[in-house]
Nanobody
Framework: QVQLAESGGGLVQTGDSLRLSCAASARSFSSYAMSWFRQAPGKERDCVAAISVSGSNTHYADSVKGRFTISRDNAKNMAYLQMNSLKPEDTAVYYC??????????WGQGTQVTVSS
């Protein structure tokens, strides 16, 4: 079992940057592939970035490719989402997600990111 806690959200202006952090309670953090999802009001929750258990493979949604970077520090049980060149369309609640190699899926509570024009 793993518990996830996101932090780092806030109110920023177009073009600004934010770094979201996800702290995991799992004893073996490297057992989990990590990803970041976001959900705007009235919209479906969509994956924006993912990273493999080793950190060697990453995936980004087309809407954030080139602007967002996902990373992880297995020694610190942390995952991060660096968000640059933010746009109003990036406004959403951002959720940390962990998937174990055996199939278990876990979610954080979410952190609000608001980008004003």
């Amino acid at each position: 079992q793993v518990q996830l806690a996101e932090s780092g959200g806030g109110l920023v202006q177009t073009g600004d940057s934010l770094r979201l952090s996800c702290a995991a309670s799992a004893r073996s953090f490297s057992s989990y592939a990590m990803s970041w999802f976001r959900q705007a009001p009235g919209k479906e929750r969509d994956c924006v970035a993912a990273i493999s258990v080793s950190g060697s493979n990453t995936h980004y949604a087309d809407s954030v490719k080139g602007r967002f970077t996902i990373s992880r520090d297995n020694a610190k049980n942390m995952a991060y989402l660096q968000m640059n060149s933010l746009k109003p369309e990036d406004t959403a609640v951002y959720y940390c997600n962990a998937v174990a190699h055996w199939g278990g899926t876990y979610w954080g509570q979410g952190t609000q990111v608001t980008v004003s024009s």
